[in-house]
């Protein structure tokens, strides 16, 4: 009886799977996905998976800094492992110290044994005690193995405070500030890869006309150099003017004023990018939320975030009038979510959660710098640690890491990697009056030479089967990871850590033909052979 009873038991589970099964396979999407590599494209270059880190709530100070006499483990105050989490997603640069922050900063004042203690006005009035300066970010930068991009104060310092900063850090020569450098522990030149002349001089930079800010631009390109033997011929610094914040007039003039000036300049003054920043938020005025939210926020912050497209194709095709060679790249320095902050925390902080939402919406941008990769050449998601789209959320000695950060993660290959043209029909995803393409793809061919495909399925009800077709090429199979979580706001918690963690994918192709069946709100980044 009681045989029967199991056999019983396992025919109607068997039958309830194979009815989920049925379900998951004809609410299945199909797309066809055919790519070519004899037409790759640009170089999407690793400078576009740039981090900001500003001295904010708890980015640098908690988030990189502890001192080295915390419990904390680190290596000359800098956390340990913070580091360990950063060097697995090869950060390329780091913009430091703002921001907002960068003009209103000293260095004179992060610098020796004796740190001025000031206060930080724009981020919470609280004291900013100096102790993360020169020293302490490049020794940051060496440990995680990325290069510095530095914003020089243009709003209230001087040309000569910003000369002597960039001769205090590159000078091999023995000049008073190259002895003081080695004084205080560091004999050899720094490398400055990239060099920001001001943050937003339209607004907290010192609310600048173009004229004004194209004056102090070509000053501060002209006396602000970079000293070090090793960036002479090779390796030269970049220097990025401040641009566009937004796509109405004010902006769009901005971005003319600039590259009119930069079409007409002389040997004196030079700039390598421009600058823009651009936030996804829906409403200024009332923020939305960054954990509890439902199908409707997700559709409509993520339609939201594919304004980043025409804000782009806007702005370079200003830049492509009085630059067409692109030797300017478009630098979208500062991006990513940014929400109401969390109840309870310093407004002043600018503290969010991170959830699978955040994860899919860094792979559609990602996806729009990689197809602008001839004009966007470099970009820095704000910010790197506990401040607006996090990689890494921190809470005294707990760490962890959020779903931008395994994005990041999962875009590894993609550094450096030749952009290959993709043909596909997106589909559309619909939730109440909001529309948007179901899937997002891109694909490159990597440095090490495997052809790489990424799939977005937006759509957070229904699974994606994508039939992916390589012009030339016999397909046998594909391998690489998936990110999903059981709902569009699933979040990591210190507690919980692993809500939101890529899994392990793969297909076989049958045929030469290779089928991937993707999850509903996922992203999945795979090679295939
Ligand atoms: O990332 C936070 C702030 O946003 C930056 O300091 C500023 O440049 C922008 O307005």
Redesign the pocket.
Known sequence: MILIQRVRQILVSVAFFSLIQTAFVAQAQTIELSLDTSKAGARIDRNLFGQFA?H?GHGVYEGIWVGADSKIPNTRGIRKDVVAALKAIKVPNVRWP????ADEYHWRKGIGPQRTVTLNP?WGGVIEPNTFGTHEFMDFLDQIRAEAYVSVNVGSGTVQEAAEWLEYMTASQPTTLEKERAANGHGAPYKVGYLGIG??SWD?GGNMTPEYYLDQLKIYSRFVRNYNPAQQDKEQMLKIAVGPGGDGPRWTEWTEAIMKAYQQHTWSWEMNGLSM?NYTVVNWQDKFKSEGFGETEYAKFLKETLNMEGLIAKHSAIMDKYDPQKKVALAVD?WGSWYAPLPGSNPGF?VQQNSLRDGVLVALNLNIFARHADRVRMANI??MINV?QAMILTDKEKMVLTPTYYVYKMYVPFQDATFVPMTFDAGTYTHGDVSLPRVDAIAAKGTDGKIWVEVTNVDPNQAVEVHVNVAGMNLRGASGETLTAPKVDSINTFEAPNTVVPKAISAKASAGKLTLKLEPKSVTVVSVE
Do not use: R
């Open positions: 500003e904010l703002g921001g907002c922050f724009n943050n937003e907290c920043h500062e600018l704000a910010q607006l």
